[in-house]
Structures are given as structure tokens and as C-alpha cells.
């Protein structure tokens, strides 16, 4: 039976995350949210079993099976798809990587909406200059200067983060890089040639069928200003002289 | 072998969450941030394994194995400390709840740090009055209305979140709803009456004799504002009139 994936639609988003596992395997599922519209998939959400409501999308519905939080959704689907390793330290590394990428999508959204996510950017743009200084300043060259040594000393090859073989958190780091372009292409320029393994992975993931195939197709929606990663050039400054902080935590 | 424990020493912090399960279970482990120091803690962060270095503290070693990640290192811990339900259904519902948690926990912590955890707060209060106003109107209620009503709705009974037994997200939550109260208390205040199965979890994680043991030992460090949670006055005002938002994402 195809899996129901539950996402609000126009936006990638954290959903976008399930998507390319999926997309990767070749596995059939249904967007709720694309194929039959925000208004079905709210009327889905109330019908939901309430033991295991999830606290919002995007989750994924499996036979009788519903799962939420996208790094719960893909520790679930991981072995499923080929794309986790088998064993529990080698599940348990792929999920501590992947929630340290999702600690960073939080992050990368949060430089549009720092006050509210129920206010609009214009009205919170004064503190998102401030945040997203910080982000592209220190957040960004703290968090891919980590993955950037992790692929190093992977001891099974650079080419993935985790083992010999690619797993979802190598997906998940290419859509998080992705959207760090679009939305900071300045910030992303500058710290390019210090990430020589991260942006062969990035490449090496575009390339494989499946993803390649998704790319190209009208399922892959585009970044735009509604999503996590929003490209608003004010906030993708040029940035001579560092902000000095306080403290390193 | 005991379990050790890597955190920062002088804060509860995401740590607390790993503390509580090892010590309602009666694990023998070290806290070695507080038993040697931060410049030992510093100096074996170094010494890590490079291969799995975890991107920030909490992480604990066990054996031979290290796991980074709040979530990830319960859910790892959860089974050996008869914190979470056996089979692997019953772990991933457990693991999104826990996941739910710790994203209410960094909303927490960005109340008081919305532009950048590197600033002092005093450099940044203008914005923490703004995002910490969202956060005790709008997520306070709808992040501890949706536990209530996980509670309410559990099949095992209102006596835990998931299944019939005590699981680590339950002594998260309590922790959690502690937190809130020492940084929140006229916002919690507010919402105590429509809270009773929160309310009553909360005071049986505390009468659990490891927890109530730990609870009264000097080891339970206390709140302050180093932590997470911090008590600023200031953010937690009365508001008659709710502020207007623009959307509900």
C-alpha cells in the first residue's frame, strides 16, 4: 500500500525532507496535501486517530501506522528504503545527525521569523536583520564546518556522512544546503571553498536516479517566500567586519 | 560500567533531561562536567572520538558507544532503564513526543535569546519582549493543550503519555512544565486550570521515589538564568488583550 504523506501544500518545507527518501527509493505515496488540497488535507488532520495525533505536519501514514516529526518519520522509513544502516549504533548515529540538520533548519527559519511564526516578516523584519546576521556569520560556519568534518573522517569515505552507503541524513543535508543557497547565496559564496566534501555530496545526491529524476520533475515545487528558506537579499548581507559577541555559547 | 555524562556544569539544561531518566532508574553514571570541571570536560570533549563527535553537549558515553543528541540519547537509553515500551511501534511514538518536547524547550530557551544565543541578553531584550509576549500567549497554550489532550486520549490512561507505563517523555514533560513555571509563572498560572492531566503527571513524576530522591539531593541544581528557563520578570507580563496575528502557521 503507498504512503500517505500529510504537508501543507506550496511550500517544500519540512515535508521536503520525506519527500526525497521517498522520492530516492521510488516508493509509492500519495501528497495529501497536492493531490487533493489544504482544504482535504485539514479535514484529514481532524479525522485522525487521537491516541496519536500528531502536534502538526508533517507526518506519514504507513498501513495503520501514523508517525510524526520529520526525524522520527525518517528513522521509521530509513531501513524501509534502504537508506539507514541496519544495525542500532548505526541507526542511532543517521538520527543524532539528522536532528542536528533539523536543529539547523529550525534555526534557518527562525532568521525570517524571530518574534512570531504567526506575524508576518514585515512585521518582525527589524529583528530578523539582527538574526539572520548571526546566522549567516556564526550559525552557518559552525553548523557545515561540522558536517564538513564529519564527511572527512567518515570512515567509510567521504561520500556519505554515515558508512559506506548513503543514508536519508545525506539526502537531508543536501535539501538543507539547497535551501541555505537560495536563500543565502552571499553568506553560502563565501564559505564555498571550506566545504570541499560537503558540496561533493551535495552533487554526488542531486545525481542519484532518483532524486535527479524528482529534480527534474513538477513534483519538486520551488524554494519560495512562504517556505523555511526564503531568499529576502536584506538578509543575505555582505559582512566586512564581524558583530562581536559576548560569550561562545 | 557506569554511564557518563557530558554537559555543561552550573545549568540544568538539555542535560536534565538525560539526568532525570538515569536517576529515576537508579543508573550508576558520572556527571562529569560537575565532578571534574568545565576545563576537563573541555579537554575530553577534544579527546572524542572524531568519527562520531557529537555537534554539542548533552551526549553520553556508554561503554564504548557515544550519543549525541537529547532525543537520540533517550531514545537509545529508554529500553535499558525500562523507560519506554518495548517494541518498536510503541518507541517512535515515545521518540515524537520527546521530539515535540524538545521543540517547545528551544522555543523556550529563544525567548530569551531570539537573535543570537552568542549575545548577552540585555543586548537583545527589545526582542525577547516581543517573542517571549508570542510565547506565552500563543505556544504556551497551544504546545501544553495538545499534551492534555494526549493524556486524556491515552488508551493505558491519563497516568502517562504513552501505553500503560511510565516512559522518558513523561519525566520530560515534567520537566518541561517545572521550567515553565520558574520562567513563566503568571502565564502558567493562567493556564492551570485547563491543564488537569499535565498538572497531574507532573506531581506523579515527582512523587516517583528516584525522581523525589534526586529532586532533594544536592545534585538537583537549582533554575537560574545561565539555563534554559530563566525567570526575567519583564517577559512574563499580564496581557489583557491578546496581540493580532496574521496567520495561524
Not at 40 to 55: C, E, N, T
Not at 116 to 121: H, V
Not at 161 to 186: C, H, N
Request: aromatic share 10%; net charge negative; glycine share 8%.
Amino acid at each position: 500500500m503507498a504512503y500517505k504523506l500529510f504537508y501543507w501544500p506550496g511550500i517544500q518545507g519540512r515535508g521536503e525532507f520525506v519527500r526525497l527518501a521517498l522520492e530516492d527509493a521510488g516508493a509509492a505515496y500519495e501528497d495529501v496535501g497536492r493531490s487533493q488540497g489544504e482544504a482535504a488535507l485539514m479535514a484529514a488532520m481532524k479525522k485522525l486517530d487521537p491516541v496519536h495525533r500528531p502536534f502538526a505536519p508533517p507526518f506519514l501514514q504507513d498501513g495503520d501506522v501514523l508517525v510524526g516529526q520529520t526525524a522520527n518519520i525518517l528513522y521509521c522509513l530509513g531501513p524501509k528504503l534502504d537508506l539507514a544502516p541496519a544495525d542500532e549504533a548505526g541507526r542511532l548515529w543517521v538520527n543524532q545527525l539528522q536532528l542536528t540538520i533539523a536543529d539547523m533548519v529550525a534555526e534557518a527559519h527562525d532568521t525570517h521569523h524571530p518574534v512570531a511564526s504567526g506575524l508576518y516578516y514585515d512585521d518582525q523584519k527589524a529583528e530578523a536583520l539582527r538574526r539572520a546576521r548571526d546566522f549567516t556569520e556564526n550559525r552557518i560556519p559552525k553548523f557545515l564546518s561540522y558536517f564538513e568534518e564529519i564527511l572527512a573522517n567518515n570512515p567509510g569515505g567521504a561520500g556519505c556522512l554515515a558508512g559506506a552507503s548513503a543514508s536519508y541524513a545525506d539526502l537531508s543535508l543536501f535539501q538543507l544546503v539547497e535551501g541555505l543557497r537560495y536563500a543565502f547565496p552571499k553568506a553560502m559564496a563565501r564559505m564555498a571553498r571550506s566545504l570541499p566534501q560537503v558540496t561533493a555530496l551535495c552533487d554526488a545526491v542531486s545525481r542519484r536516479p532518483g532524486i535527479a529524476a524528482y529534480l527534474k520533475s513538477p513534483r519538486r515545487q520551488p524554494f519560495n517566500e512562504e517556505g523555511i528558506f526564503r531568499h529576502y537579499p536584506e538578509l543575505d548581507a555582505d559582512h566586512e567586519a564581524p558583530q562581536r559577541f559576548a560569550n561562545p555559547t
